[in-house]
């Protein structure tokens, strides 16, 4: 429970953050940053409701969210950008390296 609510409070800041401007429709490397954003924010929120589970469908879109967001991160043109997408990046993160709820 301890990483659950590590996480929780990290997404809380992360939700806080406003999205970068100018960027709504962007994409970068072939990542749509919308499309990163909304599909992180539905795996940490569905991870957070069920208290550190996921179902396979969603460790795959986590695992894609990942892969997507070290693809795109390097070459975002602005410091904004850059720090909001790193923040979103490590919470996936915490989720992903998380041991698995008994």
Same mark, same amino acid.
Request: proline share 6%.
């Given at each position: 429970? =301890? /990483?659950? =609510?590590?996480?929780?409070?990290?997404? %809380? /800041?992360?939700? %806080?953050?406003?999205?970068? !401007?100018?960027?709504?429709? %962007? @994409?970068?490397?072939?990542? @749509?940053?919308? $499309?990163? @954003?909304?599909?992180?924010?539905?795996?940490?929120?569905?991870?957070?409701?069920? !208290?550190?589970?996921?179902?396979?469908?969603?460790?795959?879109? *986590?695992?894609?969210?990942?892969?997507? *967001?070290?693809?795109?991160?390097?070459?975002?043109?602005?410091? !904004?950008?850059?720090?909001?997408?790193?923040?979103?990046?490590?919470?996936?993160? $915490?989720?992903? @390296?998380?041991?698995?709820?008994?």
């Amino acid at each position: 429970m =301890e /990483h659950v =609510e590590e996480v929780r409070q990290l997404w %809380a /800041h992360c939700r %806080a953050l406003p999205f970068p !401007d100018g960027l709504r429709g %962007a @994409d970068f490397g072939g990542v @749509d940053l919308v $499309l990163v @954003d909304s599909s992180v924010a539905g795996c940490v929120e569905g991870w957070l409701e069920r !208290d550190g589970q996921l179902d396979a469908k969603s460790w795959d879109a *986590l695992g894609r969210c990942l892969d997507n *967001l070290d693809r795109m991160i390097p070459l975002l043109p602005r410091q !904004d950008a850059i720090d909001y997408f790193n923040t979103y990046r490590t919470c996936a993160q $915490l989720i992903w @390296d998380a041991p698995s709820p008994t």
